[in-house]
T-cell receptor, first 113, second 114 residues
Framework: SQTIHQWPATLVQPVGSPLSLECTVE??????LYWYRQAAGRGLQLLFY??????ISSEVPQNLSASRPQDRQFILSSKKLLLSDSGFYLC????????????FGQGTRLTVV | AQTVTQSQPEMSVQEAETVTLSCTYD???????LFWYKQPPSRQMILVIR??????QNATENRFSVNFQKAAKSFSLKISDSQLGDAAMYFC???????????FGKGTRLHILP
């Protein structure tokens, strides 16, 4: 069966420090991968999505970036965190061959201090 | 661009009663999927129900059912016989288009009153 792993679960980082959140999927190949951020009052905001290696689309211009070094690995990064980057980050995957629901990781609570 | 709108930030319902959560969306696509997700206090996202746009029949999963009005671009969720465990944030989501991206509404927080 397919599983998704997202880590770390909790992170406290100072302003200006770098960020790296990792997400891996097991049990499937060529998944669609997504990064969302959940902030109070704004629901789930789509940050990045990828339908394949080297195919990453950005939805919101900001100081975050995403990479997909392997088929089932998705990384969210920042060179310098801002206070406004605090939030709950969710990684998700869906089947790459058609419309299916998204399956979510456990999430990362990021606090920038 | 596709959008998903949930106009009810919060709702309350008495235990055992029925409640309907609203969702509207905007798209120029003819083929797409719609979903309702539940996010309990643990913050784990749980799929509640899904609806394929090409199907006229409304989806049903036990106490959960949808009212899908394609022409009106409306996709409401009805919860019957509400239970305390139904208390959560509910998100409406859309998936469609060539890029398969999934976008969510802002959510509706549902309170169940004992």
């Amino acid at each position: 069966s397919q599983t998704i792993h997202q880590w770390p679960a909790t992170l406290v980082q100072p302003v200006g420090s770098p960020l790296s959140l990792e997400c891996t999927v097991e049990g499937t190949s060529n998944p669609n991968l997504y990064w969302y951020r959940q902030a109070a009052g704004r629901g789930l905001q789509l940050l990045f999505y990828s339908i394949g290696i080297d195919q990453i689309s950005s939805e919101v211009p900001q100081n975050l970036s995403a990479s997909r070094p392997q088929d089932r690995q998705f990384i969210l990064s920042s060179k310098k965190l801002l206070l406004s980057d605090s939030g709950f980050y969710l990684c998700a995957w869906s089947e790459g061959d058609g419309y299916t629901e998204a399956f979510f990781g456990q999430g990362t609570r990021l606090t920038v201090v | 661009a596709q959008t998903v709108t949930q106009s009810q930030p919060e709702m309350s319902v008495q235990e055992a009663e029925t409640v309907t959560l609203s969702c509207t969306y905007d798209t120029s696509e003819s083929d797409y999927y719609l979903f309702w997700y539940k996010q309990p206090p643990s913050r784990q996202m749980i799929l509640v129900i899904r609806q394929e746009a090409y199907k006229q029949q409304n989806a049903t999963e036990n106490r959960f059912s949808v009212n899908f009005q394609k022409a009106a671009k409306s996709f409401s969720l009805k919860i019957s016989d509400s239970q305390l465990g139904d208390a959560a944030m509910y998100f409406c989501a859309y998936e469609g288009g060539r890029d398969d991206k999934i976008i969510f509404g802002k959510g509706t927080r549902l309170h169940i009153l004992p």
